[in-house]
């Protein structure tokens, strides 16, 4: 039998005697209910009809004239288990009802506005036709790659607040900055400097080692399992390489900004005061990528998220280079080779040096080259005794007109381009003395920065 079919009422009995209903007579449910055919009495009797244990579909009349008595239909029902579901599968149903809602509701919304597009006469955009793959070399690419190892840097110290960029040079918690963002911390017990992530943690940081000549500083966060971005070779750079600078302008945190190197070996002298010995002298890379406060300290890497330098100023009317004011599309940036060297040294040993020739430039001169001066100054000699220069056969007054075949007209370019070498390097000076002319090879000595 069927579960939940009408079932034919068994005849009600009439003082013992059974009322038998036929088999196979019960019509379908959606049909009408079948109601028994109604047994004789015996002459005399009324059938009792109360007590019946059916359920019914509707209700016993009152007894109506000539029908004493009598239901209206008889409709039999099985009684059925009630079921409950458990937790176990109710839960997944109601999770699955409330995706089908949103799903339900999105696709419906899109199909909505697709039908107003379509009504206003604008065209349709075919649903997940938006799809982008972005190359590895893509700025996008190049993005996603790098924005999760760079950092902003917050100082807060008796002098105030500061702030710059940074990234992961070791995955032990080694980062490396501009000296300049972190300078007024070293020394200075009330100071901290607060290192925030990618995801938005943030982490204390601690000075390892710091140089003002080079306008660099390492940093160690207590974190293990960072994603170090890697050191590329700044001597393969060319003008023209596409360029992208990441790092925390004005405090906006993961800001890229794209160009293309625009010079090479410019000679920037930066620093956070006038002193000479607080000035760094930067063999720069220049860049038209924006670079604004904030991003110092910051990478800018090739298109293959490699870190060609670290930017650290911005030149600004009348053309003087400065840690403020805003991007004119004059940037620039160490070269990396000078950060490996450096920030290896800050970590090994907490300190710095960098190469010297052992002489003294005068400031003065405005002729073709630079000139070694004349006289001692400020108790400092001019060639400075068994020095790489005097050993080169230098003197005071001489002329240098080159370095490794590269013209050099100004102080300044030479210190830089001789200081983005390695002590113990060997350079070809053009030097002239008096009328004559010469290349003389000297073998760098080496000082410790400040």
Not at 33 to 38: I, K, L, R, T
């Amino acid at each position: 039998m069927t579960p939940g079919a009408p079932v034919a009422a068994p005849a009600p009995q009439a003082q013992g005697t059974h009322w038998p209903v036929p088999h196979g007579s019960v019509p379908p449910f959606s049909q009408t209910p079948y109601a028994p055919p109604m047994p004789q009495a015996p002459a005399g009797q009324q059938q009792p009809w109360a007590g019946v244990p059916f359920a019914m579909s509707a209700p016993v009349d009152e007894q109506a004239p000539g029908q004493p008595g009598m239901p209206h239909t008889l409709v039999v029902r099985r009684k059925r288990r009630r079921r409950s579901l458990s937790v176990a599968w109710l839960v997944p149903l109601l999770v699955l009802a409330l995706v089908a809602g949103a799903v339900g509701g999105i696709v419906g919304s899109r199909l909505t506005e697709d039908d107003r597009l379509a009504d206003a006469g604008l065209p349709v955009t075919p649903a997940g036709s938006g799809t982008i793959e972005r190359a590895p070399d893509s700025v996008a690419g190049i993005a996603a790659q790098v924005l999760p190892s760079v950092v902003s840097i917050q100082v807060d110290g008796a002098e105030g607040s500061s702030t710059g960029s940074g990234f992961v040079l070791r995955a032990d918690g080694y980062l490396v900055t501009n000296n300049h963002v972190v300078a007024q911390a070293d020394g200075s017990e009330s100071a901290t400097i607060t290192v925030t992530f990618v995801d938005g943690s943030e982490q204390e940081a601690s000075i390892v080692g710091r140089t003002s000549d080079y306008d660099l500083a390492v940093l160690k966060v207590d974190v293990d399992g960072l994603t170090p971005l890697a050191l590329g070779d700044s001597d393969t750079v060319v003008v023209g390489d596409a360029v992208v600078a990441v790092g925390a302008p004005l405090g906006l945190a993961g800001t890229v900004t794209t160009g293309i190197v625009s010079a090479l070996n410019r000679p920037v002298s930066a620093g956070v005061s006038t002193d000479t010995e607080d000035t760094a002298f930067i063999n720069a890379i220049q860049t038209d990528a924006a670079i604004n406060p904030g991003n110092s300290g910051g990478p800018l890497v090739n298109a293959a998220g490699e870190v060609i330098g670290i930017n650290s100023a911005i030149a600004q009317p009348p053309g003087s280079t400065s840690l403020v004011g805003g991007s004119i599309g004059l940037g620039f940036a160490i070269p990396s080779n000078q950060v490996r060297r450096t920030a290896g040294q800050l970590i090994e040993t907490g300190s710095a040096t960098y190469p010297i020739i052992g002489v003294l430039l005068d400031q003065r001169y405005s002729g073709e080259g630079v000139q070694v001066s004349t006289a001692d100054t400020a108790g400092r000699e001019s060639v400075t005794a068994g020095g790489p220069a005097e050993r080169a056969g230098i003197h005071p007054g001489d002329v240098i007109l080159a370095i490794d075949g590269r013209p050099v007209t100004d102080p300044d370019e030479l210190i830089v381009a001789i200081r983005a070498r390695t002590p113990g390097d060997t350079i070809v000076l053009r030097v002239r003395s008096g009328s004559s002319e010469r290349d003389v090879r000297v073998r760098l000595d080496e000082s410790p920065t400040q």
